[in-house]
């Protein structure tokens, strides 16, 4: 079984800086792309940044030049710098990565970590 687990949220100032993390455990698994969702109150769960295994990167609009997505294959965790808060920015941030086992491939998801940006 695979297993992402997310940390690094919290509570920020708006101009702050956090930086999130995407581990994922298990065993006998290939990752292919990595990718930051977030999903604000009473909001559609929206994609924030993405990363395939070649390194090709995608960004949602209203992050690009404050965020940027990055990947340790190694350690085959994700990370997600965020900088230059605003409070809009505030919602559960979710780790997606699309992993590939014996049994094929499936979107797996993290439990999620609250940010929040406060005014």
């Known amino acids: 079984q695979v297993q992402l687990v997310e940390s690094g949220g919290g509570l920020v100032q708006a101009g702050g800086s956090l930086r999130l993390s995407c581990a994922a455990s298990?065993?006998?698994?290939?990752?292919?792309?990595m990718g930051w969702y977030r999903q604000a109150p009473g909001k559609q769960r929206e994609l924030v940044a993405s990363?395939?295994?070649?390194?090709?990167?995608n960004y949602a609009d209203s992050v690009k030049g404050r965020f940027t997505i990055s990947r340790d294959g190694a350690k085959n965790t994700a990370y997600l710098q965020m900088n230059t808060l605003k409070p809009e920015d505030t919602a559960v941030y979710y780790c997606?990565?699309?992993?590939?086992?014996?049994?094929?491939?499936?979107?797996?998801w993290g439990q999620g970590t609250q940010v929040t940006v406060s005014s």
């Open positions: 997606n990565a699309y992993i590939f086992r014996i049994t094929g491939g499936a979107d797996y």
């Open positions: 298990g065993s006998s698994f290939v990752i292919t792309a």
């Open positions: 990363m395939t295994s070649a390194g090709s990167t």
